[in-house]
C-alpha cells in the first residue's frame, strides 16, 4: 500500500494572518470590562440605571410616557428673548417666556371670521377680542403684549431655558416633544436671529411646526429686513405654519384693492419688512389649518399720547381683508431654486 501523502502546507502568509487574527481576538477578550449587573451599577451610584428600574413614572411604557410628557410640556406659546442689545455683534443667551394669552393665533384667527359689533364697526363682535384690564391698563387681547409689560402681577413669571434640569431619561424623551408642539412666538428681531443661529448643540430647529410674529408698528423695519433672511428660514424644515399679528398705529387707511402686492406696500414704510418676512416663509408648503393672520386695533399697546389719544381705528372688515390678504401671500408656495444660497 503506498504511503499517503502529506497535505500541503498553508502558505506562510496566510499563516500569520490567522495567528495575528487569534491574537487581536484575545486581546480584545482581555480588555473587553466584564459586564456589571444592573444591581451593581445601582450600588456604584449610577442615577441613570437607578431611575430606569426604580421610578415608578420612568417605568411606565414609552406610549404612556409620551403622553405624559406631551400634556406636561408640549402645545405651549413660548416668547424667545435675548440677552444681546439690538444692534451689537455676536450671539446672545436666548431664554424664554411663557404665553399668557388665553388662546392660540389660530383660534384667535377663528374669531377674528365673525363680524364686527351691531353697535361699532370698529368693534369685533367676539368679546374675547375686546380689550380687558389686567392690572395694568388696557391690554389687547391676541397681540402677545405680554413680553413688554413689566407689572409683575401681570407677568412675573421669570424667563427660563426651553426645558429645566432633569434626568437624562427624561431630557431625551422630552426635549423633541416640546421642538415639535411648541410656537414660538417673536415679537423681537434680536430674540428672532439668536434663536435661528441655533441655541446649542441640542437645538432642533428642524423639528419647528409653528412659529409667530408679533409685529408692532413700532418694531425696526431695517431690523426684520436684516433678520429674516432665506438661511434663517431653510432651518425649519419642518415647519407647518406661521401666524402674524399686526398692531397698527402708523399705515394707510386705505380700503383693499387692487394686487395682492400693491396692498402690502401700501401700508406704510413702517411696514415695509412685511412683503420680505411673508416671502421667505413662502419656500416651504404651509397648510391652511396652521396659517393665520390677525391685525389688531390701532395702537393696541396703548403706547399713544393721552393728550391726543389713540389714532383712528381700521373697520373690523378692512382688518379682516388685510388679515386675509397677508394669509393668502403665505400660503403661496414658492419653493427656492436649487443651487441658489441664502445670506
Not at 427624561?170 to 426635549?175: D, N, P, T, V
Request: glycine residues 8%; aromatic residues 8%.
Amino acid at each position: 500500500m503506498p504511503p499517503k501523502k502529506r497535505a500541503l502546507a498553508p502558505p506562510a502568509a496566510e499563516t500569520a494572518v490567522k495567528r495575528r487574527r487569534r491574537g487581536e481576538e484575545d486581546a480584545e477578550a482581555a480588555a473587553e470590562p466584564q459586564q456589571k449587573s444592573t444591581e451593581e451599577l445601582i450600588g456604584s451610584g449610577d442615577l441613570t440605571i437607578r431611575n430606569s428600574t426604580q421610578s415608578p413614572l420612568l417605568r411606565l411604557p414609552a406610549e404612556l410616557r409620551q403622553k405624559i410628557w406631551t400634556l406636561a410640556f408640549g402645545n405651549r406659546t413660548l416668547h424667545p428673548a435675548s440677552d444681546r442689545p439690538y444692534g451689537q455683534p455676536g450671539t446672545g443667551r436666548v431664554t424664554f417666556g411663557r404665553c399668557l394669552e388665553e388662546m392660540h393665533d389660530l383660534e384667535i384667527y377663528n374669531l377674528t371670521k365673525l363680524s364686527a359689533s351691531a353697535d361699532d364697526p370698529e368693534v369685533w363682535e367676539a368679546e374675547h377680542l375686546r380689550h380687558n384690564e389686567v392690572g395694568y391698563g388696557v391690554r389687547w387681547r391676541g397681540l402677545h403684549s405680554c413680553p413688554l409689560c413689566d407689572n409683575p402681577d401681570f407677568c412675573g413669571k421669570p424667563r427660563k431655558r426651553l426645558i429645566e434640569p432633569v434626568c437624562k431619561q427624561m431630557y431625551h424623551e422630552i426635549l423633541p416633544i416640546i421642538w415639535k408642539t411648541t410656537t414660538f412666538s417673536f415679537w423681537d428681531v434680536v430674540a428672532y436671529e439668536d434663536f435661528t443661529r441655533g441655541l446649542s448643540p441640542a437645538a432642533r430647529l428642524d423639528l419647528v411646526t409653528h412659529v409667530s410674529f408679533a409685529l408692532d408698528y413700532r418694531s425696526p423695519k431695517k431690523g426684520w429686513l436684516k433678520a429674516i433672511t432665506p438661511r434663517s428660514v431653510a432651518a425649519l424644515t419642518s415647519l407647518r405654519g406661521v401666524s402674524i399679528v399686526l398692531s397698527g398705529g402708523e399705515w394707510n387707511l386705505a380700503p383693499v384693492r387692487g394686487k395682492k402686492d400693491d396692498v402690502l406696500k401700501e401700508l406704510g414704510t413702517r411696514w415695509k419688512f412685511l412683503p420680505n418676512l411673508i416671502k421667505q416663509f413662502r419656500r416651504w408648503k404651509l397648510e391652511e389649518a396652521w396659517t393665520s393672520a390677525f391685525v389688531c386695533d390701532a395702537g393696541g399697546h396703548g403706547g399713544w399720547d393721552p393728550a391726543t389719544g389713540p389714532p383712528p381705528n381700521m373697520s373690523v372688515v378692512a382688518r379682516q381683508q388685510l388679515a386675509e390678504v397677508i394669509r393668502a401671500e403665505l400660503l403661496t408656495h414658492e419653493p427656492r431654486r436649487a443651487g441658489r444660497s441664502g445670506r
